[in-house]
């Protein structure tokens, strides 16, 4: 069985800084790419980024140059750190990440963290 953890989440002004943080853990063999999407109320779950095992990143345009993906691959963690936020950025954030256990191979998701920038 696998999880995975987010923490990090919370209420910041407009132009403020959060840092999310998502561990996985349970029967894992290797993972494979971590990211984080978020979906806002009547909208549609999107990508934020997301990171190869090998550290390839990729950003949403919305947010180039604001936020930063990171991972640990010991450890099995996939950082976000925030940076200069707005208040379209408020969201549900999930972790996403692409597990191989002894079993089975697929995406797992978080249970989602909130978000919310104030203006």
């Known amino acids: 069985q696998v999880q995975l953890v987010e923490s990090g989440g919370g209420l910041v002004q407009a132009g403020g800084s959060l840092r999310l943080s998502c561990a996985a853990s349970g029967n894992i063999f290797s993972v494979n790419a971590m990211g984080w999407y978020r979906q806002a109320p009547g909208k549609q779950r999107d990508l934020v980024a997301d990171?190869?095992?090998?550290?390839?990143?990729n950003y949403a345009d919305s947010v180039k140059g604001r936020f930063t993906i990171s991972r640990d691959n010991a450890k099995n963690t996939v950082n976000l750190q925030m940076n200069s936020l707005k208040p379209e950025d408020t969201a549900v954030y999930y972790c996403?990440?692409?597990?191989?256990?002894?079993?089975?191979?697929?995406?797992?998701w978080g249970q989602g963290t909130q978000v919310t920038v104030s203006s």
């Open positions: 996403n990440a692409y597990i191989r256990t002894r079993t089975a191979y697929g995406p797992y």
């Open positions: 990171i190869t095992s090998g550290g390839t990143t």
